[in-house]
């Protein structure tokens, strides 16, 4: 398994030092953090949306 990690604008250093720690307590040896693409951030917004959050 593989796990792209892709941070947006309001995430926080503390957030990805936490989500490190999940990677290793779950032992996921293979991760990559990239960056987030436009249509990334609009999928995140409808689902949001589609959820009831804002």
Request: proline content about 0%; overall charge negative.
């Amino acid at each position: 398994m593989v796990v792209i990690i892709k941070a947006d604008d309001g995430s926080t250093y503390k957030n990805f030092v936490d989500l490190l720690d999940e990677m290793a307590i779950n032992r996921i040896q293979r991760y990559a953090t990239v960056d987030i693409s436009d249509q990334d951030k609009q999928w995140i917004k409808s689902t949001e949306a589609s959820n009831g959050i804002q």
